[in-house]
């Protein structure tokens, strides 16, 4: 196994997106707000390149997939930012809409970085709680405002389980950092009810988050929010799901009843998305 290596500078990306949400609450103008948005997205891509760059010049072995992903996160960031600006030129309440923003991508990249199961787990909650305010910009918008509302409700749910497969993760293993979890399963000949329940949890709370049938109603609704929380939302938060689960491969290979209800929702999902296409 591949031993995950997460340095600070990693963890300067969420930091960055963080940090700039301070002189928008202090009162900054609009214009300068948005300059210290786009500088945060600029400044979290380099240090993404700069993080990638270090480990090509470096012998220790890293957490290739989080390195990927935060390179992914980071310009994806960058791109709806700028295109942000632009769409909300003369609206009202630019300022909330950059603190969401700012803080959904920090909750991202946090994701994307940790090693500990536990900490991934509130990340993700907290990305889903900024982005709710995103989907609720227009308050006058009804239609927004429901689709909201189902994804909120599909998200605790998603949630509830993931927490409650997180519990008996570590009342099994004694740990939430996926080395250890990972160590833990291919040292043991036979895994335990308990894990065996905990990864169909997990599976299920992706189901839930993904918008896998038959909770997928909220995502096709969704154009009713500003259209870059939409691209935002489909160029990756809603596939984080996948991200969690590659992170829990060796747990997940070792579990065929999460792995036979995740293939038959995703064909099932596959299937029918491309009949309706």
């Known amino acids: 196994m591949t031993e995950f290596n997460h340095g600070a500078l990693l963890w300067c990306v969420p930091l960055a997106y963080v940090l700039a949400c301070l002189p928008i609450t202090l009162g900054a103008g609009i214009l300068r707000s948005w300059v210290v948005a786009e500088g945060a997205a600029v400044a979290a891509l380099l240090i993404a390149l700069a993080a990638i760059a270090q480990q090509a010049f470096s012998h220790a072995r890293a957490d290739k997939l989080g390195l990927a992903m935060l390179l992914l996160v980071s310009l994806l960031g960058w791109v709806v930012i700028r295109y942000s600006r632009r769409y909300l030129n003369g609206e009202a309440g630019q300022k909330r809409y950059m603190l969401a923003m700012l803080l959904t991508l920090a909750s991202i990249g946090v994701v994307v970085v940790t090693g ?3 900490v991934l787990v509130l990340a993700w909650i907290a990305s889903s709680i900024t982005l709710h305010h995103l989907l609720t910009f227009y308050p006058d ?28 993760i570590y009342r099994e293993t004694g740990t939430l950092a996926f080395q250890g979890m990972a160590d833990h399963v291919l040292t043991t000949h036979a895994v335990s009810a308990s894990l065996h329940t905990a990864m169909v949890l ?3 709370a992706v189901i839930l988050k993904s918008a896998q049938l038959p909770f997928h109603g909220w995502l096709i609704q969704v154009m009713e929010a500003p259209t ?3 691209a935002l939302l489909h160029a990756g ?17 070792a579990s065929p009843t999460a792995q036979t209800l995740l293939v038959l929702v995703g064909s099932l999902s596959a299937v029918l998305a491309g009949l309706v296409m």
């Open 116 to 118: 500990n199961l536990g």
């Open 141 to 168: 918008r009804p239609a927004a405002l429901v689709v909201a509302h189902k994804k909120f409700i599909a998200s605790r749910l998603a949630e509830v389980c993931l927490l409650a497969g997180l519990t008996l």
């Open 228 to 230: 870059p929380v939409s």
């Open 202 to 204: 997990v599976v299920l």
């Open 237 to 253: 938060i809603v596939n984080l799901g996948g991200f969690l689960l590659i992170r829990l491969a060796v747990m997940l290979s």
